[in-house]
């Protein structure tokens, strides 16, 4: 069984920054897809990001590309998600997430959530 735990979640203004890391822990996740999933107040929970087991492949949802830079520590069973120039709109429940498929279609292991407010 595996544990994700999120941290770095919080208040910040717009056009600010914020790192959230995601500790794997029970067993590896180096094999994994690893990624983050996003749920704005009211609405459903989202795809946000993903990357392979490597590092070299990375997916991003089309409204946080060139923003949100997904990377892993795979020594440290460890997956970031850096964000920058956030907006309003990038409020939401961030989780983490372990599974297969570029874009995690198939999801395995899902964090508790960190929030992160993005005042305007």
């Known amino acids: 069984q595996v544990q994700l735990v999120e941290s770095g979640g919080g208040l910040v203004q717009a056009g600010g920054s914020l790192s959230l890391s995601c500790a794997a822990s029970?067993?590896?996740?180096?094999?994994?897809?690893m990624g983050w999933f996003r749920q704005p107040p009211g609405k459903e929970r989202e795809f946000v990001t993903a990357?392979?087991?490597?590092?070299?492949?990375?997916d991003y949802a089309d409204s946080v590309k060139g923003r949100f830079t997904i990377s892993r520590d795979n020594a440290k069973d460890t997956v970031y998600l850096r964000m920058n120039s956030l907006k309003p709109e990038d409020t939401a429940v961030y989780y983490c997430?372990?599974?297969?498929?570029?874009?995690?279609?198939?999801?395995?292991?899902w964090g508790q959530g960190t929030q992160v407010t993005v005042s305007s």
């Open positions: 997430a372990a599974g297969g498929s570029r874009r995690l279609s198939r999801v395995d292991y």
């Open positions: 029970g067993r590896t996740v180096r094999s994994y897809v």
């Open positions: 990357i392979n087991w490597s590092g070299f492949t990375t």
